[in-house]
């Protein structure tokens, strides 16, 4: 038997606004880019419409649907056509109740690069968000998008669509979307520390065994673990003279 608390209509469809909203203003999205969805019942949900800034929606723009597609209220505007990676996600795991899907620059910039975000340098990142891998090229609003995330649907938090953009979910709407934040925010960290800094201390089996074992504490199961990893700890000593600085 389901025993999840979903948010009742109003507060889901609040919450879709606010985190469009955010969306907008930290430059995750442009023009009418991105989507939305929060659940509200084992098998219905609420989603952005096609064709309108995140940053500037009204709640009787937004659609409910169920979980097979079926729409249950729409205003004048027609649900998102890449709305089949949200109902696939949640199809494919239960404890799934909200999606998001944007477009951050410097996330997609490793998307179309080809480049999961995989580094085990940064532990609230693993914490909080785990592994991000980068799934295969698919048309947007295709049913091939659906069919690359669906194997990373239970035991990931988030994958990057090649040449697309990015993709959370968690089991709140707020935590999908906290979840894309620290996305962007670790692929920044990736960015200037193997690309501009060229130079990053990575952690080792037993530091990042350690971090692993704070998630599962705080009930996290998912998100994976780096595959590259220090053979022993580079990060232990204090610096007081940067030996990279050279005159």
Known sequence: MDTAVFPGDDEARE?????????YEKNFVAAND??????????????TP????????????????????????????KVSSEIKMHLRLYNENPAINGVTHAHPVVSTSF???????????????LVTLGVIPCVHYALPGTEEVPDSIAP?????????????????WGTSLMEA???????????QVILYTDFIMGKANILSRSQVDDIIKIRDNIGVSSGGVPSRLAARPGNLRDVINNPARRL
Request: hydrophobic letters at 50%.
């Open 152 to 168: 990373y649907s239970r035991d990931y938090n988030g994958v990057l669509l090649a040449n697309h953009g990015a993709l959370t």
């Open 50 to 77: 096609t064709g309108v800034s995140k940053g500037f929606m009204k709640a009787d723009q937004l659609v409910k649907l169920k979980l097979n597609g079926e729409i249950v209220k729409a205003g004048n505007l």
């Open 15 to 23: 919450t879709i606004l606010a985190v469009g909203r955010r969306m």
């Open 177 to 187: 979307f906290f979840r894309l934040e620290a996305m962007e925010h670790y692929a």
């Open 34 to 47: 991105g989507n939305i969805s929060c659940k509200v019942a084992p098998d219905i949900i609420w989603a």
């Open 111 to 125: 998307a179309i690069a080809g480049m999961a975000l995989d580094r085990a340098v940064y532990p609230e990142a």
